[in-house]
């Protein structure tokens, strides 16, 4: 695998990582009443979850690039 692809998936991973976080983190506020706090925390997740995507496409690209040419 490229060092480009290695890198978007490397991203990604990192991004699915602290979206997930802060999923938590939502979960706990929306608990607790905090709806504020959770949506806060709710919209931040979303972000990441829009990068991590982002990361994991050009994952694909790089990939398709390094070994789709024949």
């Known amino acids: 695998m ?3 692809a290695a890198e978007h998936h ?3 991973s990192e991004h699915l990582t602290h979206a997930a976080r802060h999923h938590g983190e939502a979960a706990k506020h929306h608990e607790a009443g905090h709806h ?3 949506a806060h ?3 931040t997740a979303s972000g990441h979850m829009i990068h991590a ?3 994991a ?3 694909v690209k790089a990939h398709a690039e390094e070994h789709g040419k024949k």
Do not use: I, P
């Open 2 to 4: 490229s060092k480009k």
């Open 10 to 12: 490397k991203k990604a």
């Open 36 to 38: 504020e706090k959770a």
């Open 41 to 43: 925390h709710a919209h």
């Open 53 to 55: 995507r982002g990361h």
């Open 57 to 59: 496409e050009d994952a």
